[in-house]
């Protein structure tokens, strides 16, 4: 994290906010089928934190399974990608970046997915690249 400043966020409709204390222990960018596919964008940019370091200020996430052990998050209203939790890790919830207030304030640290990443989208970061998941 860049700064010391108060991560906030929240949907694109503003019927979720959120508040974050402290920073983020990691970052990534992820570009599998599935985070392209619920966001309908080309990747997905992450940031994981402590389950205890989100505070839900306004709204819930409505959760959808996209797989056995994954669970989405998504505004019902505007369908804003908002979270993602792995059942397998309980103590963790992870949040887009995109959805901060500024994104700027969270830089990614690596690359996951990237046997999905397009062709045409030239990445120039000096960020570890991983094919599939991190192991
Ligand atoms: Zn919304
Ligand atoms: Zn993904």
Redesign the pocket.
């Known amino acids: 994290m860049k700064t010391n400043e108060i991560l906030l966020g929240g949907c694109l409709c503003g019927a979720i906010r959120y508040q974050i204390d402290g920073a983020p222990f990691d970052a990534d960018y ?7 596919l619920s966001s309908g964008a080309v ?2 940019v ?1 940031m994981d934190f402590k389950h205890q370091q989100v505070n839900w200020l306004k709204g819930n996430v409505t959760e959808f399974a996209s797989s056995e052990k994954i669970r989405r998050g998504f505004c019902q209203q505007c369908g804003c990608s908002v979270s ?1 939790r792995h059942m397998d890790h309980p103590d963790y919830l992870t949040l887009s970046i995109a959805t901060l207030d500024n994104p700027n304030l969270v830089t990614p640290n690596y690359h ?2 990237t046997d999905n990443q397009v062709t045409w989208l030239a990445l120039e970061d000096k960020c570890s690249r991983y094919p599939q998941a991190r192991l």
């Open positions: 992820c570009h599998c089928r599935q985070c392209q990747m997905m992450w993602y996951i997915f």
